[in-house]
């Protein structure tokens, strides 16, 4: 089964840039998708096709594709960031979507 | 504005079947897709399944084929997630999202979640 791998947490100091990745065999030719879940919430959609910002999602949040791998990027962290991110695609038949195990970021 | 508001949370026994709907609003509920996505206690998110609303046509997560049915009914914006023989590992939040206008687009409104709890 197709399967999307992220590092399980990453750490940065406020006003650092965080980057958290997301590898995939069907990545080149799928578009990523990124959601972030804070603590007993409904995840929120930060990035949609690989690299456009919902509307309301703050410009520091953006994303990349090259290859094999996803990036999300947050430009100058704040706290209020600390949150899971997942990662989702779907693999290249588009009938099996899958989550990344998610990250952990951590902002202090 | 878009919104998905899912029934409450339900407590099942072991082997019992489970029914959990998702009223949609602010938009054309047959112009998208609709998902169902869990989440265990302290693990990650999984996805499960969508419907095409439109056609009624469906996909399921090879993990979940035999024991899920998803269904719509348009009459009233509403689609449903059944989910039988339980066990205590189905043990989950279960959220409906918003999908794209096609099967290939991502998930971008969620619901409040449905809290289903398998215990004897």
């Known amino acids: 089964s197709y399967e999307l791998t992220q590092p399980p947490s990453v750490s940065v100091s406020p006003g650092q840039t965080a980057r958290i990745t997301c590898s995939g065999d069907a990545l080149p030719k799928k578009y990523a998708y990124w959601y972030q879940q804070k603590s007993g919430q409904a995840p929120v959609m930060v990035i949609y096709e690989d690299s456009k910002r919902p509307s309301g999602i703050p410009e520091r949040f953006s994303g990349s594709s090259s290859g094999t791998m996803a990036t999300l990027t947050i430009s100058g962290a704040q706290v209020e960031d600390e949150a899971d991110y997942y990662c989702?695609?779907?693999?290249?038949?588009?009938?099996?979507?899958?989550f990344g195990g998610g990250t952990k970021l951590t902002v202090l | 504005q878009v919104q998905l508001v899912q029934s409450g949370a339900e407590v099942k026994k072991p082997g019992a079947s489970v029914k959990v709907s998702c009223k949609a609003s602010g938009y054309t509920f047959t112009g998208y897709y609709m998902h169902w996505v869990r989440q265990a206690p302290g693990q990650g998110l999984e996805w499960m399944a969508w419907i095409n609303p439109n056609s009624g046509g469906t996909n399921y997560a090879q993990k979940f084929q035999g024991r899920v049915t998803m269904t719509s009914d348009t009459s009233i914006s509403t689609a449903y997630l059944e989910l039988s023989s339980l066990r205590s590992d189905d043990t989950a939040v279960y959220y409906c999202?918003?999908?794209?206008?096609?099967?290939?687009?991502?998930?971008?409104?969620w619901g409040q979640g449905t809290t289903v709890t398998v215990s004897s």
């Open positions: 989702y695609s779907t693999d290249s038949s588009d009938n099996q979507w899958v």
């Open positions: 999202a918003r999908g794209g206008s096609s099967s290939s687009e991502g998930m971008d409104v």
